[in-house]
T-cell receptor
Framework: EAGVTQFPSHSVIEKGQTVTLRCDPI?????LYWYRRVMGKEIKFLLH????????ESGMPNNRFLAERTGGTYSTLKVQPAELEDSGVYFC??????????????FGPGTRLTVL | AQSVTQLGSHVSVSEGALVLLRCNYS??????LFWYVQYPNQGLQLLLK??????LVKGINGFEAEFKKSETSFHLTKPSAHMSDAAEYFC????????????FGKGTMLLVSP
């Protein structure tokens, strides 16, 4: 079974440009999460989808970030316009409810975003 | 609000030595606790999780962790380190039943020398 995949693995853009990150969850997983790790800091939650609906987007930094999950399958995270402080590694994770009292999230390898 | 503190950004051990990675948490409700590992160029992989069953949790690759409520700790141990254990380890906490929005510690890089 394929794991969580993310594309691209690396992206280098200039300040003010737009970047779109993509996450393909494990097939059949209803829950999809986005996290971000800024260099030297902890991994922080951005948002959570249940199927195509945003369950919790309390971690989104500002309105330059837009996440979508059309059809409840893959998700995209767009940053427009990108700022220097957006640099970091963006992780996607997916899970399926019903595994027990809490789900187990399976993480992708991450997209390393560098904004120059 | 919940938080996680991992003591030591880097821990160095010799091959065959005990591995001890420390994690302390704060949570206003009984927590769910996780340890993840990240090998170079890979995603985070779950080592083990505590969900209020047994306080001593056994995970993959010989790792285990003990939940101590009185100390608000969930330290990760392995009796004998292997070179292949060199990686970054993350402790995380969630207080949400059903699904787990994770709050992570800053991570601890484990270095294993021959």
């Amino acid at each position: 079974e394929a794991g969580v995949t993310q594309f691209p693995s690396h992206s280098v853009i200039e300040k003010g440009q737009t970047v779109t990150l993509r996450c393909d969850p494990i097939s059949g997983h209803d829950n999809l999460y986005w996290y971000r790790r800024v260099m030297g800091k902890e991994i922080k939650f951005l948002l959570h989808f249940v199927k195509e609906s945003k369950q919790d987007e309390s971690g989104m930094p500002n309105n330059r970030f837009l996440a979508e999950r059309t059809g409840g399958t893959y998700s995209t995270l767009k940053v427009q316009p990108a700022e220097l402080e957006d640099s970091g590694v963006y992780f996607c994770a997916s899970s399926q409810p019903g595994e027990g009292p809490t789900d187990t999230q399976y993480f992708g390898p991450g997209t390393r975003l560098t904004v120059l | 609000a919940q938080s996680v503190t991992q003591l030591g950004s880097h821990v160095s051990v010799s091959e065959g030595a005990l591995v001890l990675l420390r994690c302390n948490y704060s949570s206003s409700v009984p927590p769910y606790l996780f340890w993840y590992v990240q090998y170079p160029n890979q995603g985070l992989q779950l080592l083990l999780k505590y969900t209020s069953a047994a306080t001593l949790v056994k995970g993959i690759n010989g790792f285990e962790a003990e939940f101590k409520k009185s100390e608000t700790s969930f330290h990760l141990t392995k009796p004998s380190a292997h070179m292949s254990d060199a990686a970054e380890y993350f402790c995380a906490v969630s207080d949400t039943p059903g699904y787990s929005t994770l709050t992570f510690g800053k991570g601890t890089m484990l270095l294993v020398s021959p």
